[in-house]
């Protein structure tokens, strides 16, 4: 975000923790001093001068030179160079006004993520001014350095003061409102907080915008963060350094969200800032209580992971702070065994017990330490979550951070995250490591246990290189690390253990005599609530307790004052586990599921010959637009998907609602009837699977990273498209009452671009990529058969007919199966956007954007009905197999049309 300021070689995080930034100035640089220059070795470097609390930092133009920071505290006779004094330079011209400095050391630095290196040699500086008076800088930099010379809390105070008058130097202008009849509605002083950075400046908002000010760089433009309020989908109140100051700000942009931490100075003005928002943004709260938000997880609509994130969140921990950074659990035991499987229930942590007391003879000492020891007692002199164990795990992805935290340097080789089996030995036998995990164990594709910048961190003791972390022998790269370990956290026995961690970590045991009881009890100042700031009057012995609050770790808020409820399911949520070939499965899909005692060659006729008398009957209110009507015998119910994540239920043959469900918080886009269940692929990457008769998700598998396009069934298995440019391949092994227990990955296929329509006969498999790609596989060989482009037919859909490949797009193309030459042809006016294939006919139900449905003889290639529905942007039609003469139809509206025969 920030922590750039707008120099790809600098980072605030060169910096010491929270040291305030103030301002930069071009200058010229020379290396060599101006007294002992001459004509012939007279070099200047050009570059900026950053100008800081604690220290002033060059960063050279040039790219290659290193950065040059000095401590304020080792400068010393700041003082203006007099022209007369560069007489010796002969016709060497020196632009601006020359000032001069003493320093008794200084570090150079590469870049943002190389060590310091610290030179010890007195040296005099000196640095012309290019484009400012000396004037107005001189003094500024002098007044620094005499702050420097003060006691830790005198310096900050003399710096509070200093930044408070700069402040007001730098009123929000008008001018940098993007509307000229936009008029400011609230301004706040405030500091953005990133991990160990804080960026100080101002927040304006008005009628239609919020906007962030920051003081340094405060005349660019550029540098003004603005979003407008209808983007701003959550805010939530933060504690920050056990202080009700801070507001966290979720910004909606397409299809991602950010979030920005906001610290203000006080109580009061956050609560005002809060209210603001929430009176004037978009904000969508009301689904995320806590009880609603339990009640969703029991019953498996959202995931652990997303569950644990959830809770993280609403107790007041973030990844905008290193010191309320999200906690994740250990969930494994074995990290040396070159297998693992996930249905063992003996490879997993006993979730009942904190990190502290899962070694008995460690847990006695610390015990019995405990007995003797003075009020406050405390059980664990280090906590679980610390900026410093987020560092230790970041070490490789975002280096800076440790760097900042350990004052330019890394740490000791032999004390740095090595590989995964030392790091559970330690937690399991070191009297002092109590860490859990942070949530990239679990999400993402692993890369921060890489060390992909190659960076130099030093040699162990026994002469290993410190490099990328040692994996678990059962893990084959980090991404399948990372994926063992999301599997593990949604298996089985997580999900019916997990209750007990979140007891432990944001529950009734977290205080009070359940936390001594379960061996839970952290020193006193990890606890929200259990200090005032505001009442301890000596400097000295705040600036220690904040200290101690930032260094050592905070125990979360305390989200849930009784048992947690255990998940309500069995087996809610799957075992992912990759498997070979000739896995067999428990159970298995029908190939076909019938779709009811129905004559379909009777339909055909009737269908053709009655689409022209079709008549509106009813218009069906949903909460958004229908992306898939699917109906299905056993229940005789049609299925309806739709953009908000609702799935609605009808009973045929009348059309009467039953019931509706939340399946997900985004868009539905496809579905598959598995007989007494339905498989529903989400914009969220997962495929729910639910009961069709009670409307219940059982099952919510995390298939892929983005949004599941397509799902289809073939031979037993279950096949899955993806916007993560991906085809996955699915064995499915069913338990009792016939439910989906897992799906186990047999095959994954990569792509180019995104897939957004895939169909598959026995090895031949179908994928319609962006844009309008299409790439027939054989799967079981994974080999390439042919890639075909087709944008010229605007191809966004494929299925497979009478051995044949059908496209559709503007145009409706038929491919040889074998040959894969192209026999047919028809263009339409206006985009097909859904398909219907009539079974045991040969005909398909077209619905063009343009509002007309067609019935589309695939033998004749002509169309043997048309219906125009007066509607436009349609996105579905239906016609239902189990209701002769009824026609359902969906477009962008948040409704549905249900078209009957008038002769019916």
Known sequence: MFSGVNDQRFSLRMLEPNEYYFDDYSVDFYPKGMSNASHDNFQVVHGTLKVCSRSIVFVPSNGYDPLIRIKQRDISDIKLYSPSDTSHLKTRKIEGETFTFSASLHSTIQNSISPNKTNRDSKVFAFSLLYVSGDKVIPFLQQLNRASQLHHMEHQTMIAMIAHHRQSLYPFKSMF???????????????????????????????????????????????????????????????????????????????????????????????????????????????????????????GVISNYEYLMYVNNIADRTLNNLSQYPVYPWIFTDYTSKTIDIANSEIYRDLTKPIGALTPNRLKRILERYKDMPEP????????????????????????????????????????????????????????DFKELIPQFYNGDGSFLENRMKINFG???????????????????????????RAGLESDYVSSNLHHWIDLIFGYKQRGEFAEKSHNV??????????????????????????????????????????HPERKMAAPYPTLTVINSNSNVEEEIPDKVEPGEVNMNRRLSA???????FTLSDKVQVKDHVTFFIDCSETQSVYVGTASGMLYTYRLPAMKYAYSAIISNVSLMCAMDLGTSLCVGSSDGKCYFLSKQQGNVYLAFPAHYDTVSDVTLDRNLVFTS?????????????????????????????????????????????????????????????????????????????????????LLGVSIVYLDIVTFGEEFSKRFDTPITSHQMLSDTNAVVLAESSGKVTLFDMVEGVAKGEFVTGQSNLTSAHYLTLCEGVLLVGNQSKYFAVYRNRDS
């Open 722 to 806: 993806s916007w993560d440019s991906s085809v996955k391949v699915w064995d499915v092994v069913k338990g009792a009452g016939g439910r989906v227990k897992t799906l186990r990955l047999f095959s994954e296929i990569d792509h180019e671009d995104r897939v957004q329509s895939i169909a598959v006969k026995d090895a031949v498999l179908v994928s319609c990529v962006e844009p309008a790609n299409i790439v027939i596989w054989d799967w079981d060989a994974m080999e390439v058969l042919q890639n075909l482009d087709y944008s010229h037919h605007d191809i966004t859909q494929v299925t497979i007919w009478n051995n044949k490949i059908v």
């Open 177 to 299: 409102f993007d509307d000229l009849y936009e008029r400011e509605c609230g301004n706040f002083v405030v500091d953005m907080v990133e991990p160990l950075v804080n960026l100080p400046g101002r927040i304006v908002v008005s009628e239609s915008k919020l906007y962030f000010h920051p003081f340094n760089n405060a005349f660019s433009v550029a540098d003004i963060l603005k979003w407008k309020l209808e983007s701003i989908t959550q805010v939530i109140c933060r504690t920050y350094i056990l202080q009700d100051v801070g507001l966290e700000i979720f910004v909606k942009d397409n299809t991602s969200v950010s979030n920005y931490l906001f610290v203000l100075d006080s109580e009061k003005s956050r609560n005002e800032l809060n209210q603001f928002l929430l009176d004037h943004c978009k904000t969508n709260l009301e689904d995320s209580s806590p009880s609603n938000m339990t009640l969703k997880w029991q019953n």
């Open 607 to 613: 269908v053709g010959t009655t689409l022209d008398k």
């Open 522 to 563: 952290f020193h006193n100042l990890c606890y929200p609530g259990s200090v005032d700031l505001n009442s301890i009057v000596d400097p000295n012995e705040k600036n220690s307790v904040v200290t101690q609050i930032l260094e050592f770790g905070q125990v979360p808020q305390q989200v849930f004052t009784k048992p």
């Open 459 to 485: 040699k162990r003791q026994n002469g290993s290189i410190v490099d990328h972390v040692a994996l678990p022998p059962w893990a084959s790269s980090p991404k399948d690390f990372v994926t063992k370990m």
């Open 377 to 432: 007692k405390f059980m664990f002199g280090s906590h679980y979550s610390t900026p410093g164990y987020v560092t230790y795990y970041l070490m490789r992805s975002q280096p800076d951070l440790m760097l900042c935290l350990m004052g330019g340097k890394f740490d000791h080789p032999d004390r740095v995250f090595s590989g995964i089996a030392e790091s559970w030995n330690n937690v399991l036998e070191n009297s002092a």
